[in-house]
């Protein structure tokens, strides 16, 4: 039996395991979460590395994207570094492929549009695809990465201005721990009404990271789509409850919930059995498509 292991800064209360049939063989799906703590994690890659089959970073991105670059976190590249023999991937191979695709796939399983509804995506850098793939779609893009990572309030309202502002800032950030930029540990779980609560009730698609939308989380989602990932039972409840009309992730349900772009990553790199950098984005297509993981649109009313 194959075995992955996504290792996350994120808290340890999500931990979760699955077995799923895969291409008729079984594959040990496990999400290990170290509450923040980087030494951590490190010791956990050291632990599995040789003895998995692909190990996934959770709760910090390897790579953000701007003006055609790729800009590499140092924390995350340090985590990385104590594999020696087992692939490790961020979820990369799954942002530039499916969830490049999801806007559009939202459309053709629900018949419904987006052109002309205000789309807040919560951290473009490290989903471009995905906010290109609203832009397509017709939407009235507001780019929220100086909101959310930084605590400015400062909306973007263009890619292109969003490659300026990267240009100048992603070699720093990538250089700060990533608890200064995105929520590690229990601050995952914490709801707050900070003023950035705003922007997510002004929108009517809510898209990207779930951790930076749930923090922010309005008391009435009516009527709003949630384009995101990493969705327990517990947290579609809450958007259920709270009126949202459809989810729509890049993985499907498993276990009671959509595992995280990491897992998935690392689950088409152990089956495929290519190192990631070889893997092109028509097979990753084709390995999902020989898997049946395909997104999840769910109609959260119905």
Known sequence: ?????????GSSRRNHKHVLEAAGEKVELERIGTDGDVNHAIRL???LDGKVDAIGLGGISMYLYAAGRRYILDEARRIASYA???PVVDGAGIKHTVEGRLAAIFEEKTGERLIGRKALIVSA??????????LAAGCRLVIGDLIFALGLPIPLYSLRTLDRVGKALLPLICRLPIKLVYPTGSKQEE????K???YLEEAEVLAGDFHYIRRFLPEKLDGKVII???????????????GASWLVTASPELGGRSF??????????????????????????????RLSLDPRVENLQS
């Open 260 to 289: 995280a772009t990491n897992i998935l990553d690392a689950l088409v790199v152990a089956v495929s059995g290519q190192r990631p950098e070889e893997l092109t984005a028509a097979d990753y297509e084709y390995h999902l498509r």
């Open 1 to 9: 039996m194959k075995r992955i292991v996504s290792i996350s800064l």
């Open 84 to 86: 020696r023999q087992t």
């Open 45 to 47: 890659v050291r632990e």
């Open 196 to 198: 950035a609560t705003r």
């Open 125 to 134: 850098v490290e989903r471009y695809p995905m906010a290109e793939s609203l």
């Open 228 to 242: 995101s990932n990493t969705v327990t039972q517990a947290d579609r409840k809450v958007l259920a409850d709270r």
């Open 191 to 194: 709801e707050t009404s900070k």
